[in-house]
């Protein structure tokens, strides 16, 4: 037995410093991520009122599906990036239904792309948090028993702050996703009206 806990904790120990590496660039990557994020609401929020009051003209007063594309190209300034990117895109082919749905479900594939990432922080945060306390608890105890208190200090250290990170990095990614799949939910709904009047039928 004490061999078989032996292995067990020197397999923990090797997973020390790949944990807390991962963990590190785990947050480098949210930080820029999030960086990105507040760029998009930035830009969203200055182009919101122009946009739901085109929405709501677009509602109101349908136009013809042969000139949907036309009259949207001309706003693009003031859609959304997921919309801008399909318009531009379907009006290389504005006539050809099957274009026009691949054009589609690649939007809806860039935007669920967009979500992946924090959506694995928000399950990889926190499990490398916790990895990242666990694994130097050991260690601590043992200095306990040997009195070593400087070195059961710095396991501590490392214990909680990888804690904290671990949290934050799932807190912030778990922000990113709600609201932006909240964003994305309301530009897929626009782009299927409009791909509905474009393509009725399809």
Partial sequence: MPILMEILFQITMVLKIPVVVCLLLLFAVILFETGMFLNEWVN??????????????????PITPARILETLSGNL????????????????????????????????ME??????????GVRLGPVLGLMGTLIPMGPALMNISTGNLETM?????????????????GSVCLVILVVRQHWYKMDIAFLDN????????V
Avoid at 91 to 102: D, I, Q, T
Avoid at 111 to 120: E, P
Avoid at 194 to 201: A, D, S
């Fill in 44 to 61: 969203r929020r200055a182009k919101s009122g122009q946009w739901e009051t085109f929405q709501d003209t677009f509602i109101l007063k």
């Fill in 111 to 120: 935007a669920a792309r967009r979500c992946r990432l924090v959506q694995l």
């Fill in 153 to 169: 200090a710095q396991n501590l250290i490392m214990a909680f702050s990888t804690t904290v990170i671990g949290l934050l990095t």
């Fill in 77 to 108: 300034q003031i859609c959304p990036e997921t919309v801008a990117a399909f318009l531009e895109k379907a009006g290389e082919h504005p006539e050809n239904s099957a274009y026009l749905e691949k054009v589609f479900t690649d939007v809806e």
């Fill in 194 to 201: 409009l791909f509905q009047q474009i393509c009725p039928g």
